[in-house]
């Protein structure tokens, strides 16, 4: 099974509306990253959250790490087209550990 | 300039051939990496390297060969792959293997294989 679990695995959503990725760890978490990418292309580094409770925002999205950090979500508020691609968290499970990939969240944002 | 790029973006090879991919970044990043990334799945680690010497291979077959001849360089060696080697092979790089714990890294965007 995957150590890294994202949900849901795909999303329809209508522009402007809100929308909420999780990723859920069966570890403690030494770090989580969020990743953007467009099918085919390479990866863009969004956000990266450390410290249980943190949470950073960039433009109209936001990601928090929660307290246990085990799991963090990653939130679109009012969403545009432009932000349709695959969301990807990443994570390494032990200090010092390689970074690690969820499978991936597929969002399509219908104009 | 805060690119990594990635060159051929496509390449098509038959199970004999022998090509390579190359990669190049001038943020003077100390590691480098390769992945994998099968269709709809996410990007799995091959090989890292640190300051140009090989750090991390992770059980990859050999016939994939990793190259760092400098700092801003990195190769990848094809030779008699097999039709499930078809993939996109993305290069990345950060500032140090440690930094690259912080999850900080940039990505090229990819060279997509096709193995016939």
């Known amino acids: 099974s995957q150590e890294l679990e994202q949900s849901p695995q795909s999303l329809i959503v209508q522009e402007g509306k809100n929308l909420t990725i999780n990723c859920t760890s069966s570890k403690t978490l030494y770090g989580l990253y969020w990743y953007k990418q467009k099918y085919g292309e390479g990866l863009i580094f969004l956000m990266m959250l450390q410290k249980g409770g943190e949470e950073k925002s960039h433009e109209k999205i936001t990601a928090k790490l929660d307290e246990k950090k085990q799991q963090s979500s990653l939130h679109i508020t009012a969403s545009q087209p432009s932000h349709a691609g695959i969301y990807l968290c990443g994570a390494s499970l032990r200090r010092g550990g390689k970074l690690i990939f969820g499978q991936g969240t597929e969002l399509s944002v219908k104009p | 300039d805060t690119e990594v790029t990635q060159t051929p973006k496509h390449l098509v090879m038959g199970m004999t051939n022998k090509k390579s991919l190359k990669c190049e970044q001038h943020m003077g990043h100390r590691a480098m990496y390769w992945y994998k990334q099968k269709a709809k799945k996410p990007p799995e680690l091959m090989f890292v390297?640190?300051?140009?010497?090989?750090?991390i291979n992770e059980s990859v077959p050999s016939r994939f060969s990793p190259e760092c001849p400098n700092s801003s360089l990195l190769n990848l060696h094809l030779h008699a792959l097999q039709p499930e080697d078809s993939a996109l092979y993305l290069c990345a790089s950060s500032q140090g293997v440690a930094r690259a714990n912080t999850g900080e890294l940039f990505f090229g965007e990819g060279s997509r294989l096709t193995v016939l």
């Open positions: 390297y640190s300051y140009e010497k090989l750090s």
